[in-house]
Antibody, heavy 123, light 113 residues
Framework: QLQLQESGPRLVKPSETLSLTCTVS??????????WGWVRQPPGKGLEWIGS???????YYNPSLKSRVTISLDTSKKQFSLKLSSVTAADTAVYYC???????????????WGQGTLVTVSS | DIVMTQSPDSLAVSLGERATVNCKSS????????????LAWYQQKPGQPPKLLFY???TRESGVPDRFSGSVSGTDFTLTISSLQAEDVAVYYC?????????FGGGTKVEIK
């Protein structure tokens, strides 16, 4: 059974960089059949797609965050990572990593999700 | 960006009754080359990640009870729970994957009356 687990600091100071890693177990991350993505959810609010990465390193980002986001992949460690720079309180959210069941330019549903991790931006 | 608009924001339904959640896309998410609507539905219970219920608007994910159904009419999408069970209390989201940025509806909270 595929499992995804987010890890990283739960508290980040304003203007600093949020860094999270998603570790994939029970399946291959080095597959041409899937994209791997990040979705966030501010407390009590809806879902926002941040971006996705393919095993080749191809990335797609939400334009609303693109200038601040970097998603990378380490297939040897079966991990992919999110970096969000210059954070503010508005970036406080539960961050989920998830798998997309398609190789079509990140145009796919999310079929497996991590449990999510709440990251708070505060001094 | 394709805007996904869900209605209602919340609804309360008696156990065993029908619950209907609506989602409207600001433009078509039907891909003409394969005649598929690029629309997914998710269920999210408190403290849990979203769970995929449907993809291609009406294809049920493995393990999803058949009291759940998805339908489409143009740019209007509907998630129906034919006989609401206590375990169906959740927030339901639609998501389009026709184009990036991928976008979600605002969610519909389903409760027991």
């Amino acid at each position: 059974q595929l499992q995804l687990q987010e890890s990283g600091p739960r508290l980040v100071k304003p203007s600093e960089t949020l860094s999270l890693t998603c570790t994939v177990s029970g399946g291959s991350i080095n597959s041409n059949s899937y994209y791997w993505g990040w979705v966030r959810q501010p407390p009590g609010k809806g879902l926002e797609w941040i971006g996705s990465i393919y095993y080749s390193g191809t990335t797609y980002y939400n334009p609303s965050l693109k200038s601040r986001v970097t998603i990378s992949l380490d297939t040897s460690k079966k991990q992919f990572s999110l970096k969000l720079s210059s954070v503010t309180a508005a970036d406080t959210a539960v961050y989920y990593c998830a798998r997309q069941r398609s190789n079509m330019a990140a145009r796919s549903e999310f079929d497996y999700w991590g449990q999510g991790t709440l990251v708070t931006v505060s001094s | 960006d394709i805007v996904m608009t869900q209605s209602p924001d919340s609804l309360a339904v008696s156990l065993g009754e029908r619950a209907t959640v609506n989602c409207k896309s600001s433009q078509s998410v039907l891909y003409s080359s394969n005649n598929k609507n690029y629309l997914a539905w998710y269920q999210q219970k408190p403290g849990q990640p979203p769970k995929l219920l449907f993809y291609w608007a009406s294809t049920r994910e493995s393990g999803v009870p058949d009291r759940f159904s998805g339908s489409v009419s143009g740019t209007d999408f509907t998630l129906t729970i034919s006989s609401l069970q206590a375990e169906d209390v959740a927030v339901y989201y639609c998501q389009q994957y026709y184009s990036t940025p991928l976008t979600f509806g605002g969610g519909t909270k389903v409760e027991i009356k």
